[in-house]
């Protein structure tokens, strides 16, 4: 959704560097490129005017001028900026001291508050909440059966005492749900309620009889960050009619251009709280405004991208590729099955890759990128023999049009596989004995990796003079030297968001192998 806005940034930035000192006209310049910016976006003008003033105002300061570097001063001003417009801190929700916590969902016909109420279930399921959806939505037709279905799917209570379309009372509904959940030991209740194609006073008496009946915990206003400045305005209404707690961000995967999520904060004052982000049920993800931003400028999200790793990885099943990474075993196509389908289980590819600091040069490529070659993948290696998973190269060419005729597909295609894997096979015993990833700093993990370093110390000891003038020269140079190797984001090196190392514990062995430690890179 922000590639455009994330674009328009990158473009004022590289304009920046390479510049020792910025004057006032450069902070012009580039504060009258990120307005525009904003504007193309769809965010709100006074929104616009407030960020850009506050931006210049801390380019022109005493940071800037005295920094050594003012390019990535500025970027790092506009980041601290943006997290503040997004909502500062992670608002988390508020549970209720005596259960059911009571959430209650508003907004207009359209948004997605339906679908979004199974995703919040599924996700408060995962942290062992036993979750009821309750179908207050009587006016819109087959909005009861559909509230059924979503909770059948997201495998949680459901209760729906009255048909709906144009049947029932809602508020009733919605009071006696709470007694339904104490009597079947549900800790959490999530109220769909109807929404209107727009603003009006019948919608805003409904809603504000559901919330003195059911007194929830949470009002979530629900969104669609795709209708842009229609969006403030309907959550200025409901904000007034109703009042809400936070914000949930439907559709942020669309091609819109994300102003409403940059808007929504600034103008109410309640934080975006969720974020959906594709159709499936557990596309759904707590908002965080600091990774947010880092996603806009192209600094990558490798926080989030570790949480799905370790949702996805299972532990024995990396125990054990640590293990033959650790023994020098060979590197099966029963392996190589694993980590795809673990990967799978991370979400798209492409959404996976946009993760990753630096990849705002590539989206053309990424675009290009189709999950499901996952699925080929998967069925060309589970037509083979077990034997043949693990002993790849008895695979002959009748083999291999009988793995293509099992699999459906081309010959071709099973012998391009077989090529790449026998690459992958070459890089993974590379690394098993120390060698490293070529080209990528701090990726040795073996024995001889360590005892490189080790020596590498030893002869930089060695290497100093015993001039002491030459010596003080020696070691202010290397106290200045990077101790990171310098990243593709904007901001450079090491991981984005403030991410430490420690944050890569309890990811499996291989995935901190590929994402690296920057205290170790040289």
């Known amino acids: 959704m922000f590639n455009a806005l994330s674009d328009r940034l990158s473009a004022t930035f590289k304009n920046l560097r ?8 450069d902070v012009d310049a580039a504060v009258r490129e990120i307005r525009t910016a904003l504007l193309e976006a769809d965010v709100s003008l006074p929104v616009v005017r407030g960020f850009c003033a506050r931006v ?23 980041h601290d900026e943006l997290v503040t417009v997004l909502g500062g801190e992670t608002r988390r929700l508020r549970f209720a001291k005596h259960p059911p916590t009571v959430i209650m969902l508003v907004g207009l016909q359209g948004a997605g508050k339906t679908t979004l109420a199974g995703k919040l279930a599924k996700w408060l399921d995962g942290q062992d909440h036993r979750t009821l959806l309750v179908a207050a939505d009587l006016q819109r037709p087959n909005a009861v059966d559909q509230l059924s279905v979503v909770a059948q799917r997201a495998g949680v209570g459901i ?10 009372d809602p508020v009733s509904v919605a009071r006696d749900s709470l007694v339904y959940a104490n009597d079947n030991s549900y800790d959490v209740v999530i109220v769909d309620t109807a929404g209107r194609l727009a603003i009006d006073e019948e919608l805003m008496a409904q809603a504000r009889g559901i919330r003195d009946a059911v007194e929830p915990n949470e009002v ?8 842009g400045q229609d969006a403030v305005n309907t959550a200025v209404s409901f904000e007034e009619g109703v009042g809400f707690d936070g914000v949930v961000l439907t559709k942020l995967d669309g091609d819109a251009r994300g102003g409403a999520a940059l808007s929504v904060r600034e103008v109410t004052g309640r934080p975006v709280m969720f974020a959906s982000t594709g159709e499936k049920l557990e596309d759904f993800e707590q908002f965080h405004p600091d990774r947010m931003a880092s996603r ?3 600094m990558g999200d490798m926080l989030t991208l570790i949480e799905h790793a370790e949702k996805a990885f299972d532990e024995k099943q990396a125990a054990e590729i640590a293990r033959k990474f650790e023994a020098g075993d060979e590197f099966t196509l029963e392996d190589f099955l694993q980590q795809m ?14 993760m990753m600091p630096g990849m705002g040069d590539v989206k053309k490529q990424l675009e290009q990128v189709d999950d499901r070659d996952i699925d080929r993948i998967a069925a060309i290696i589970q037509s083979m023999t077990p034997q043949e998973r693990t002993h790849s190269k008895i695979i002959d060419g009748s083999r291999r049009a009988r793995i293509a005729k099992g699999s459906g597909v081309q010959v071709s295609e099973v012998n391009n596989l077989l090529t790449r894997f026998a690459e992958a096979q070459k890089m993974m015993k590379q690394m098993g004995k120390g060698g490293g990833i070529p080209g990528m700093p701090g990726m040795g993990v073996g024995k ?22 030459k010596r003080a020269a020696q070691e202010a140079a290397a106290a200045s030297a990077p101790t990171a190797a310098p990243g593709s984001g904007l901001l450079g090196g090491g991981l984005p968001g403030g991410a430490e190392a420690a944050s890569l514990e309890g990811l499996p062995p291989e995935f901190q192998q590929l994402v690296g ?4 890179q040289s």
């Open 18 to 25: 390479g510049k020792g000192r910025l004057s006032e006209a």
């Open 56 to 78: 210049k105002e801390r380019a022109l300061s005493s940071e800037v001028s005295g920094a050594l570097n003012p390019a990535q001063q500025v970027v790092k001003i506009v």
């Open 159 to 168: 209760y729906a005492p009255q048909p709906g379309n144009g049947v029932g």
């Open 220 to 227: 979530l206003f629900v969104v669609d960050a795709m209708i």
């Open 296 to 298: 806009i400028l192209d």
């Open 341 to 354: 389908q673990a990967m799978k289980k991370m979400g798209s590819l492409t959404k996976l890759m946009g």
């Open 448 to 469: 001889k990796s360590r005892g490189r370093q080790i020596n590498q110390a030893k002869k930089s000891k060695k290497g100093r003079s015993g001039n002491p003038a």
């Open 517 to 520: 430690d920057p205290d170790k």
